[in-house]
């Protein structure tokens, strides 16, 4: 439909709104993620938002999410602002180095038995 035809102007169209309500469900529960797979085609990004407990081999996923390539890009430029916001009120927060965030996270340290098993080792 042509913008003459139409009662709304072509500004008010291609302008988002200034403020979004958004309305959350009071049965909405929270998910917890320590762990996220992301993946893409050419139109959709998906990240798996999971949950990887200590001296488990496996993550279970808890939530997915799938996006446009230009929202998932928005979400990674408004995490960066409230991570920067973050970290000048908390102080920085440092990503161990090594393999694998997982690793450091949960594999035991060097010497260390995994949880339930004996540390006397065996006879």
Known sequence: MPFAESNVSKNEIT???????VQLPSNLDPVYANFALITNSA???????????????????????VMTPINAKLVLRALGERIGRFEAQYGEIVIPEGSGLADQLFRPRPG????????????
Not at 15 to 21: A, E, G, K, L, R
């Open 43 to 65: 139109s959709e990004i998906v990240i798996d938002f999971a949950q990887l407990m200590p001296q488990m081999p496996q993550a279970r996923v808890r939530a997915r999410i």
């Open 15 to 21: 302008q988002p709104p200034s403020q979004v309500q």
């Open 112 to 123: 260390e038995a995994p949880e339930g098993e004996d540390r006397r080792g065996s006879a």
